[in-house]
């Protein structure tokens, strides 16, 4: 999955770039030129470059991850791939099985499993789609509790927004003793695994396998 090695950079400049900031902030001294402030809060400029990636921490640990790419895709196309997860075994080269059933309360379920080198597990999730989002929440499994989000945004482009919040080491022993020996893996880690979803996902829709308004789309 050379998709994966994006992840792995990741975590390998985090840690060269907080011990830089580390060391600095041990040596400061007293305040000296003030930097300019940052512009306006977009990140389209970020995006005409390539996928966005918003990490959010909390005492040292990665509480959620935010994936934003552009996609010259309809957002209708775009939703009926997020949201038809019962068929990504198709489509993403990391879930080895999906299948899609129908739930007590009439929000279907999917059981995913996730097979890579080092680890797989197995996840059931219940989907309620509304508006131009989906939202997955693990109800059994080894990745209980986990939360992905769909979000299809079209201002001023069109572009599809996941957000992630689960912890594979969870699942995982290799995992965790790997996060012991580097914290920061955690990072690359889910940014590699969740970027493969994204980006599998968005051309699943550029390509028009899964059509709005077709049998297999509901």
């Not at 600095?24 to 966005?52: H, I, K, M, N, W």
């Not at 940014?191 to 550029?206: D, K, Y």
């Amino acid at each position: 999955t050379p998709l994966f090695e994006h992840g792995i950079a990741l975590s390998t400049a985090l840690a060269f770039v907080l011990a830089v900031k580390g060391r600095a902030e041990a040596q400061a001294g007293p305040a000296g030129v003030l930097l300019p402030a940052p512009g306006p809060g977009s990140y389209d400029f970020l995006l005409e470059r390539g996928t966005v990636a918003l990490l959010r921490s909390r005492q040292e640990r990665l509480q959620e991850l935010s994936l934003i790419v552009a996609s010259p895709a309809s957002p209708d196309s775009l939703l009926d791939a997020a949201r038809h997860s019962g068929r990504w075994s198709e489509s993403v080269p990391i879930v080895g099985r999906s299948a899609e059933l129908l739930g007590n309360d009439d929000h279907p379920l999917v059981d995913l499993q996730v097979d890579v080198p080092l680890f797989s597990f197995q996840t059931r999730y219940t989907l309620r789609t509304f508006g131009y989002s989906v939202d997955m929440l693990g109800v059994q499994g080894e990745l209980y509790g986990a939360r992905l989000r769909w979000d299809v945004q079209n201002s001023p482009t069109t572009r599809l927004v996941l957000r992630a919040q689960q912890q594979f080491e969870r699942a995982s022993l290799v995992l965790r003793q790997m996060y012991k020996i580097e914290p920061l893996l955690e990072y690359g880690v889910s940014v590699g695994l969740h970027l493969v979803l994204l980006q599998s996902i968005r051309a699943w829709a550029e390509r028009g396998l899964i059509r709005p308004g077709s049998p297999a789309a509901h």
